[in-house]
């Protein structure tokens, strides 16, 4: 990559930085829970299955990091909750595929409409010169992010040994 930060510093103050901004979006999560009983994880898999209608159960638990029994909870309440249906794969009868259902897709529409609004009305308010910063840092960011996930694919497991473990 280029330039690395000159300071420890710098890294700290932009670790404090991120964080505050995530937390910022505390309240849609907190609204989605109090609203619509769900948790983080259960709107995780919501939006999963927005972007992969059919996906199994073991892919879901593959890509979310979690055991098979975990996931089956998961999707279990979201069925109960009418959000997501179960079929049946027509080439494979030992695969159970997951959509979304009507009411599913509405929910996750609502979540991203909602996160769209709060995150606009807070971006109107930068100066244009703060917003250009924002985008370019940001880009900056993902331009990082991917270098890194390439030149070290272990380092998910690195920074959170055991997280897999039963």
């Not at 619509?36 to 209608?53: E, H, I, K, S, Y």
């Not at 897709?105 to 010169?129: K, M, Y």
């Amino acid at each position: 990559m280029t330039n690395p930060p000159r300071s420890e510093h710098a890294v700290d103050t932009a670790l404090r930085c991120l964080g505050d901004a995530f937390n910022t979006f505390d309240p849609l999560r907190f609204r989605a829970w109090a609203e619509l009983g769900l948790t983080t994880a259960q709107l995780r898999v919501l939006f999963m299955m927005r972007q992969q209608p059919g996906v199994t159960a073991g892919e879901l638990a593959s890509r979310l990091a979690v055991t098979p029994p975990t996931i089956s909870g998961i999707v279990d309440r979201l069925v109960r909750l009418e959000l997501v249906r179960r079929e049946e794969d027509e080439s494979d009868r030992r695969l159970v595929r997951n959509h979304l259902t009507e009411k599913g897709d509405a929910v996750c529409g609502w979540f991203e409409r909602g996160g769209e609004v709060f995150t606009r009305r807070i971006l109107v308010e930068l100066h244009h010169e703060d917003l250009q910063a924002l985008v370019q840092g940001l880009q900056a960011f993902a331009r990082a992010a991917d270098h890194v996930l390439h030149a070290d694919p272990n380092l998910l497991t690195v920074a959170m040994p055991g997280v897999n473990r039963q």
